[in-house]
């Protein structure tokens, strides 16, 4: 073997030695540790039974008790109108004012069919006695005289007539003044001065001032489990400490086609000067509701087609989706009569993003 024959195997030998231990390093090298799973941060609550009875919290307004529509009973263009809203207007006193000119024509009219119905009376009446006596006198058949009187009866029912014309043109003529017939405060105004109003166009609306209603709008669920002649203590929403205790007296029949909702009137019992109409109250309810657990409406999920929330394991903090039985529920929450117990941890919120063992970190949301 030649010298440079020798230096080559040489180096052979060594770039294959320097590559085995260079694999003999990179196969000793420690693996690098995988990152641990990000925990997903959920609201939870510690779930307790409930008596069967449930608080109900209302907005609404105060209202009149009785609210009236005042209108012309005549059409005509309104030349004043005396009174507006918030004003105190009595009863007898005059509101509004139409254009007389047209009904006063009317009467003038009227007026005048009368005195010619009366004329012609009194003549058929004095032809009437004249040819009395000459049938006295057997001057005329009384074939003739039946005919004449027939003429004087006549006329008298025409005066009756022109007399029952003048009556109506003299009742349309104080029609053209607007009198209210109660006392009470005006809330809204329908026509202004110089507008042509139709007979019946509410002009002035008024509150009377015989009582006060609180008006609630109230979901369909709630309007079924609310008990016969509840009580329902009622409180300024800027002051609570100003209530009264209120008795529903009128539950409307059909829902509202926009919300859904159904209008409730409240009496106010001896309703204080501060709660004037158009104020603004809180209604407060207790309603009989199945026995169960109550939890927020946002807990519910669903999972195989049933209703189910997750319950946190307070021990590795896992989730499981549980299926539950919802006896009531509302707006905000709902009350789960099967499927929990007491003390389990429910998710609150963020439950639309979990999976059955998942790990979280359980942020308490009841406290």
Request: a neutral charge; hydrophobic letters at 40%; one cysteine or more.
């Amino acid at each position: 073997m030649s010298l440079i024959d020798a230096k080559f195997t040489h180096a052979v030998r060594n770039t294959i030695a320097l590559s085995a231990a260079l694999t003999l390093l990179v196969a000793c090298k420690p693996a690098e540790e995988a990152p641990p799973p990000e925990l997903r941060s959920v609201k939870v609550m510690q779930v307790g039974g409930q008596d069967g009875t449930d608080l109900t919290v209302l907005s609404g307004t105060v209202h009149a008790k009785d609210q009236i529509n005042l209108a012309f009973r005549v059409d005509g263009r309104m030349v004043s109108r005396s009174v507006n809203v918030g004003d105190l207007v009595k009863a007898g006193q005059e509101v509004a004012v139409l254009n007389p000119d047209t009904e006063q024509n009317g009467v003038i009219a009227a007026e005048a069919n009368l005195e010619g119905a009366r004329a012609l009376l009194i003549e058929a009446r004095a032809n009437e006695n004249r040819n009395r006596y000459l049938l006295s006198q057997n001057f005329i058949s009384q074939a003739a005289f039946d005919r004449i009187v027939q003429q004087a009866n006549s006329a008298q029912a025409q005066v009756n007539a022109a007399q029952a014309n003048l009556n109506i043109s003299r009742t349309r003529l104080g029609y053209t003044r607007l009198i209210s017939d109660a006392t009470g405060v005006v809330t809204a105004v329908g026509a202004e001065p110089g507008e042509v109003v139709q007979g019946g166009r509410m002009v002035v609306e008024l509150a009377l001032q015989d009582g006060r209603d609180a008006i609630f709008n109230i979901p369909s669920q709630l309007k079924d489990t609310v008990p016969n002649d509840p009580k329902i203590s009622i409180s300024l929403s800027k002051d609570p400490s100003v209530s009264v205790e209120g008795r529903v007296r009128e539950v409307a029949p059909r829902a509202d086609p926009v919300t859904g909702s159904f209008r409730i009137r409240v009496a106010l019992i001896d309703p204080p000067p501060a709660m004037r109409l158009g104020t603004t109250v809180t209604g407060r309810i207790k309603i009989d509701t199945p026995e169960g657990f109550n939890v927020p409406s946002t807990a519910l999920t669903r999972g195989d087609g049933a209703a189910a929330v997750w319950v946190v394991d307070s021990k590795t903090n896992q989730v499981a989706l549980r299926k539950v039985e919802v006896a009531h529920s509302n707006l905000s929450s709902v009350v789960i009569s099967k499927g929990l117990a007491a003390g389990d941890l429910v998710v609150t919120a963020g439950v639309q993003a979990l999976r059955a063992g998942q790990k979280v970190n359980p942020l308490r949301g009841d406290k």
